[in-house]
């Protein structure tokens, strides 16, 4: 199995970044695919970011602003954040996929392992 946590959270004004990593612990690090999801209150969890072959994918709503990056040799996964709205207020997980390369991975039905989640808040 594979743990995670998540890391970076906190409350900053519109406009400012944040960066949240994720440390991974367990199985081999790099036989995973990691992405990035988020969860408002009263809503679905939604796909923010995945790197997959060699290339970033991003939802629509971060495009531009948010970017993943990852680190093998720490077992880290991290997404920084910039020009952040209120509309970016969410819990963040990050998450692991054991399923085989073949597609973009968007869903969270597509990824085994969870963190906790790490709370973003941005005031207007």
């Known amino acids: 199995q594979v743990q995670l946590v998540e890391s970076g959270g906190g409350l900053v004004q519109a406009g400012d970044s944040l960066r949240l990593s994720c440390a991974a612990s367990g199985r081999t690090f790099s036989s995973y695919h990691m992405g990035w999801f988020r969860q408002a209150p009263g809503k679905e969890r939604e796909f923010v970011a995945t790197s997959m072959w060699g290339n970033s994918y991003y939802a629509d709503s971060v495009k531009g602003r948010f970017s993943i990056s990852r680190d093998n040799a720490k077992n880290t996964v991290n997404l920084q954040m910039n020009s952040l709205k209120p509309e970016d207020t969410a819990v963040y997980y990050c998450?692991?996929?054991?399923?085989?390369?073949?597609?973009?991975?968007?869903?969270?039905?597509?990824?085994?392992?969870w963190g906790q989640g790490t709370q973003v808040t941005v005031s207007s």
């Open positions: 998450a692991a996929s054991s399923r085989p390369a073949g597609w973009v991975k968007r869903n969270p039905s597509d990824y085994d392992y």
